[in-house]
Every structure is written in C-alpha cells, then in structure tokens.
C-alpha cells in the first residue's frame, strides 16, 4: 500500500534554515508528480510546491519562493524541501501528497504530517 | 494567481441532512478543481477531481459538480463521519490554491 512519510521538522529560530525528508513507499516513487502542502495551526491549506516526477519542472507558491527549494531523490523514493530564511509565519503542518496519474487531479495519498515550528 | 472562494464558511446540519457547498474561481478553472475532506489532526483526504469525479473508494452520496468559475459539492444524506472540513483546490494553472475551507457541524 502507498505509504508517505515525512521526518525533519521541529522548532528552528527564524532565519535559520531545515529540510524536510518524505520518504515513500507502496509506489513507483519515480513515474508520480509530488507535492508539500502545509497547514498553520488552526488555519487552511496551504500549497508550497510540485515537482515533476523527473524533477524537471517545479513549481513554487507566491509565499515561499526564492527561500523553498523542492527536489527528489528518484533512486531513494524520497522527497525533499529545503526551507530557509525561515519565518515565523512558515510555522505549520507540512505534507507531502501524490499527484494520480492522471495530470490536474489534485493529490491522493498524503502522508501524516511534519510540524515546523519558527520560533525564538 | 487564481483566487478560491467558498460558501458557506461554516454550516450546521443533521444526519440525513442534504449538504451543498460552494466553490468560486477568480478565473475560469475548465473542469480543474478538486474536492477534500479533512477531519482534525488528520491529512485531507481527496474525494473527487477533475470537478465531478468520484475517487475510489468514495462513497457516493458525495458528488461534485460545476465547470467554469462555480463548482459544488453536495454530500446527498449526510452521514455521523462526514463532520468535517472541506476544501476545494484549483489545478488548472500554478501556482495551485486551496480554498478557506468550509466545516460542517453537528446540529
């Protein structure tokens, strides 16, 4: 079965940097687009990013671009976000999600989450 | 970038109760929307794509509907499990959105 698991969060103090691992399983990791989507406390969802199942097309939300930086390790089926310039407000759940196969059908596995939290 | 709207934000219905919940681009979406269903301390779950398809394992008192900038899903009879927030997501150009959510209580 897919399993997603995220490891790599906890409390960093702003403008500090950390990266988030999810590591994949169930799936042929390297023929499936993936996603970080995050959740502050008590609020929505947020998207942060895609990556292409080849790693060649990434796409970023309006408010970590230029700090995130998604990549994938297909020959590990793990997923990356590398999070610098951390800031207060970056403090939230972060998932990762599995893009079906069809293209534009939103994410149907996700994995349990990674809290973040940016804190002095 | 695309802007979601739903509505109602919050609704308060009973077992059996027929649920309708809106979503509203700011741009036209085609068929390029998804629905969720999150419940606390849980990952959302997807419950249909591509506006009105149903995902596997579904149950199918929930449908989807909609094209353009005005989609809806609808839970037919509403059911103990189905207390929850749902969100709709645009995925017709990035960078992709969630809507604010909408949380169906108990009454």
């Known amino acids: 079965q897919v399993q997603l698991m995220e490891s790599g969060g906890g409390v960093v103090q702003p403008g500090r940097s950390l990266r988030l691992s999810c590591a994949a399983s169930?799936?042929?990791?390297?023929?499936?687009?993936m996603h970080w989507v995050r959740q502050a406390p008590g609020k929505g969802l947020d998207w942060v990013a895609a990556?292409?199942?080849?790693?060649?097309?990434?796409f970023y939300g309006d408010s970590v671009k230029g700090r995130f930086t998604v990549s994938r390790d297909n020959s590990k089926s793990t997923l990356f976000l590398q999070m610098n310039s951390l800031r207060v407000e970056d403090t939230a759940v972060y998932y990762c999600a599995k893009s079906p196969g069809v293209a534009a059908s939103g994410c149907d596995y996700w994995g349990r989450g990674t809290l973040v939290t940016v804190s002095s | 970038d695309i802007q979601l709207t739903q509505s109602p934000s919050f609704l308060s219905a009973s077992v059996g109760d027929r649920v309708t919940i809106t979503c509203r681009g700011s741009?036209?979406?085609?068929?390029?929307l998804a629905w969720y269903q999150q419940k606390p301390g849980k990952a959302p779950k997807l419950l249909i794509y591509a506006a009105s398809t149903l995902e596997s394992g579904v149950p199918s008192r929930f449908s989807g509907s909609g094209s353009g900038t005005e989609f809806t899903l609808i839970i037919s009879s509403l059911q103990p499990e189905d207390f929850a927030t749902y969100y709709c997501?645009?995925?017709?150009?990035?960078?992709?959105?969630f809507g604010p959510g909408t949380k169906v209580d108990i009454k």
């Open positions: 169930g799936f042929t990791f390297s023929t499936y687009a």
């Open positions: 990556i292409s199942y080849d790693g060649k097309n990434i």
């Open positions: 741009q036209d979406l085609s068929n390029y």
């Open positions: 997501q645009q995925l017709n150009s990035y960078p992709l959105g």
